[in-house]
């Protein structure tokens, strides 16, 4: 059984939004949970099933899912 790959929202950035990697896999620079779903689904994923506040899904640094800038 393979592991699957982490999401991880990085910290806001000085430019503005957060990068958002999946695995070794840099998605994109989401501006807010809108555009974090979206690179999702290209990836994907099935984001009707994703809890956005559950660590085991998501891991969230600098800020949890209510912090963009």
Known sequence: MSVPARIVVHPPSPAGGR???LGAE???RAYGIV???EFL???GLNTQAL???DPH???WQGGGPGIWE
């Open 57 to 59: 899904a998501i891991e």
């Open 26 to 28: 840099t998605l994109g």
């Open 41 to 43: 689904q290209r990836a």
């Open 51 to 53: 809890r956005l506040e």
């Open 19 to 21: 990068w958002v990697t």
């Open 35 to 37: 555009d974090l779903i």
